[in-house]
C-alpha cells in the first residue's frame, strides 16, 4: 500500500471544516479555556513559522529566475536557460498550491512582512527582464524554446530514477533529524525544519506530475527504500498521534508525503477507525431518516430512526471526542465523508423546523431537531 500512495498521495487543499465545530448535534471535548489558548497560541505560532517557510523558499526561487533571465544574453543562451526557466516556474506552482497550509495567513498579514516586501522587490527585478527579453529586436533571441517557457508550454523535466532516490534519501534524513530534535526539545522543534520540509515539498508535488515509465520507476525507487522510509516515520507518527490538535507537527506531516501515508495508514489502522466507521454510519443512518420526511405521517416515522441513532452518535461520539475533535478531515477520508453528512443533515433538519407548521406538526420530531441546536 506504502509504495503505490507514497507519490501520488499528496493531499488536496482540506476544507477548513474542523469536525466538532460546525454541525450541531456534535459534543465538545472539554479542554479547559487555559488548555484551549494556550492549543491556539503554539497552532498560530506554527502557521506564521510555515508562512515564513514559504515566503524564504519563494524568494529564494524568484531570485533564482531572476539570475536566470538575466544570462539570457542571445540564442545560444536562451535555448540553454529554456528547460531551467521552465523548472523553476514549475517550483512556483508548487508553492502557490501550498499556501493553503497557512490556517491563519491574510493577505493584509503577508503583505506586511519584510520578507514579502523583498519578493516584491525581486518581482519588479523579473518582470523588468522579461521586459527586456520580449523587446523589439530582442523576442527572446529567437528562441523556441525560451518562448514556449514564457507561456508555460515546457514542462519541468522529468526526474530520473538517480534524482528520485536522492528525494527519499533526503526526505528520509529529513524525518531522522526532526525526530531526534522532537526527542529532545518536543513538537516545538519542528517549525525549525519547515523550509527545508517545504523544498523537499516542492520536488515531491512535481513528480506527482508524471505518469507512465516516471511514475513505475518511482513506486520502485520507494519499494526498494520502503523499510528505511518507514523507520523514520515511526517516531514523528507517534508524536502526531500523541496529540492530533498540535499544528506544528500537523504541518511537517502535510509537508512529506511519505509522513503523511505512515500517519495516513496508522489512523485508518488505529483505535479511531472504528469509531469513527460508527459514526458515518450513524450519519448515514439520520441522513436517510431526514430525506424520507415529506409529510406528517413520515415525519411521525422518522422519530424513532433518528432519536436511536442520535443517541448512539452521542455515545460514541462522547468517547472519542477529546481526539476526535482535533483531528483535521484530510488525515481521514472517513471525516471529510462524516463531516458532509452531518452538514447535509443540519441543513435539512432547519429547513423542517422552518416550516409552518415546524416538521409538518409532528411535535416529537421538532423536538428532537430542537434539541440538536441546544447541545
Same mark, same amino acid.
Given at each position: 500500500?506504502?509504495?503505490?500512495?507514497?507519490?501520488?498521495?499528496?493531499?488536496?487543499?482540506?476544507?477548513?471544516?474542523?469536525?466538532?465545530?460546525?454541525?450541531?448535534?456534535?459534543?465538545?471535548?472539554?479542554?479547559?479555556?487555559?488548555?484551549?489558548?494556550?492549543?491556539?497560541?503554539?497552532? @498560530?505560532?506554527?502557521?506564521?513559522?510555515? @508562512?515564513?517557510?514559504?515566503?524564504?523558499?519563494?524568494? +529564494?526561487?524568484?531570485?533564482?529566475?531572476?539570475?536566470?533571465?538575466? =544570462?539570457?544574453?542571445?540564442?545560444?543562451?536562451?535555448?540553454?536557460?529554456?528547460?531551467?526557466?521552465?523548472?523553476?516556474? =514549475?517550483?512556483?506552482?508548487?508553492?502557490?498550491?501550498?499556501?493553503?497550509?497557512?490556517?491563519?495567513?491574510?493577505?493584509?498579514?503577508?503583505?506586511? %512582512?519584510?520578507?514579502?516586501?523583498?519578493?516584491?522587490?525581486?518581482?519588479?527585478?523579473?518582470?523588468?527582464?522579461?521586459? @527586456?527579453?520580449?523587446?523589439? /529586436?530582442?523576442?527572446?533571441? =529567437?528562441?523556441?524554446?525560451?518562448?514556449?517557457?514564457?507561456?508555460?508550454?515546457?514542462?519541468?523535466?522529468?526526474? +530520473?530514477?538517480?534524482?528520485?532516490?536522492?528525494?527519499? @534519501?533526503?526526505?528520509?534524513?529529513?524525518?531522522?533529524?526532526?525526530? &531526534?530534535?522532537?526527542?529532545?526539545?518536543?513538537?516545538?522543534?519542528?517549525?525549525?525544519?519547515?523550509?527545508?520540509?517545504?523544498?523537499?515539498?516542492?520536488?515531491?508535488?512535481?513528480?506527482?506530475?508524471?505518469?507512465?515509465?516516471?511514475?513505475?520507476?518511482?513506486?520502485?525507487?520507494?519499494?526498494? $527504500?520502503?523499510?528505511?522510509?518507514?523507520? !523514520?516515520?515511526?517516531?514523528?507518527?507517534?508524536?502526531?498521534?500523541?496529540?492530533? /490538535?498540535?499544528?506544528?507537527?500537523?504541518?511537517?506531516?502535510?509537508?512529506?508525503?511519505?509522513?503523511?501515508?505512515?500517519?495516513?495508514?496508522?489512523?485508518?489502522?488505529?483505535?479511531?477507525?472504528?469509531?469513527?466507521?460508527?459514526?458515518?454510519?450513524? $450519519? =448515514?443512518?439520520?441522513?436517510? !431518516?431526514?430525506?424520507?420526511?415529506? +409529510?406528517?405521517?413520515?415525519?411521525?416515522?422518522?422519530?424513532?430512526?433518528?432519536?436511536?441513532?442520535?443517541?448512539?452518535?452521542?455515545?460514541?461520539?462522547?468517547?472519542?471526542?477529546?481526539?476526535?475533535?482535533?483531528?483535521?478531515?484530510?488525515?481521514?477520508?472517513? %471525516?471529510?465523508?462524516?463531516?458532509?453528512?452531518? &452538514?447535509?443533515?443540519?441543513?435539512?433538519? %432547519?429547513?423542517?423546523?422552518?416550516?409552518?407548521?415546524?416538521?409538518? /406538526?409532528?411535535?416529537?420530531? !421538532?423536538?428532537?431537531?430542537?434539541?440538536?441546536?441546544?447541545?
Amino acid at each position: 500500500m506504502m509504495r503505490k500512495k507514497l507519490i501520488w498521495g499528496i493531499p488536496a487543499a482540506a476544507a477548513l471544516l474542523l469536525v466538532g465545530g460546525a454541525v450541531c448535534w456534535f459534543w465538545h471535548a472539554a479542554d479547559t479555556p487555559e488548555v484551549a489558548q494556550a492549543t491556539a497560541q503554539e497552532n @498560530r505560532a506554527a502557521h506564521d513559522a510555515l @508562512r515564513e517557510a514559504l515566503l524564504t523558499v519563494t524568494r +529564494d526561487n524568484a531570485a533564482k529566475s531572476v539570475a536566470l533571465l538575466r =544570462g539570457v544574453q542571445d540564442t545560444f543562451t536562451a535555448d540553454a536557460t529554456a528547460a531551467k526557466y521552465a523548472q523553476q516556474w =514549475g517550483e512556483v506552482r508548487a508553492l502557490s498550491a501550498m499556501w493553503y497550509l497557512c490556517r491563519t495567513a491574510d493577505d493584509a498579514a503577508v503583505r506586511s %512582512l519584510p520578507l514579502a516586501a523583498e519578493i516584491e522587490r525581486i518581482g519588479q527585478e523579473l518582470k523588468a527582464e522579461r521586459v @527586456r527579453l520580449h523587446a523589439d /529586436g530582442v523576442d527572446v533571441y =529567437g528562441s523556441v524554446a525560451m518562448k514556449k517557457a514564457f507561456s508555460g508550454g515546457v514542462r519541468p523535466e522529468a526526474p +530520473d530514477v538517480e534524482s528520485m532516490e536522492a528525494l527519499l @534519501r533526503e526526505t528520509t534524513a529529513v524525518m531522522l533529524k526532526m525526530a &531526534a530534535a522532537a526527542q529532545e526539545q518536543g513538537a516545538a522543534a519542528l517549525p525549525a525544519f519547515y523550509a527545508e520540509c517545504v523544498r523537499l515539498r516542492v520536488r515531491w508535488s512535481i513528480l506527482q506530475e508524471y505518469g507512465g515509465v516516471v511514475r513505475t520507476a518511482a513506486e520502485q525507487v520507494c519499494r526498494d $527504500a520502503e523499510n528505511e522510509v518507514r523507520k !523514520a516515520c515511526i517516531p514523528l507518527t507517534e508524536l502526531f498521534l500523541k496529540d492530533t /490538535g498540535d499544528a506544528r507537527v500537523a504541518i511537517a506531516v502535510r509537508l512529506l508525503p511519505p509522513l503523511k501515508l505512515a500517519v495516513d495508514e496508522a489512523l485508518a489502522s488505529g483505535e479511531l477507525a472504528a469509531p469513527v466507521k460508527e459514526l458515518v454510519q450513524l $450519519a =448515514g443512518e439520520m441522513n436517510a !431518516a431526514l430525506k424520507s420526511v415529506a +409529510d406528517k405521517q413520515s415525519a411521525e416515522a422518522a422519530v424513532v430512526p433518528i432519536a436511536r441513532a442520535n443517541k448512539r452518535y452521542a455515545e460514541v461520539y462522547r468517547a472519542c471526542s477529546s481526539t476526535l475533535i482535533r483531528l483535521e478531515p484530510d488525515f481521514m477520508p472517513e %471525516l471529510s465523508e462524516l463531516a458532509d453528512l452531518l &452538514a447535509e443533515n443540519d441543513r435539512m433538519a %432547519l429547513q423542517l423546523m422552518a416550516l409552518t407548521p415546524s416538521c409538518f /406538526g409532528c411535535e416529537e420530531l !421538532a423536538e428532537l431537531l430542537e434539541s440538536w441546536h441546544k447541545v
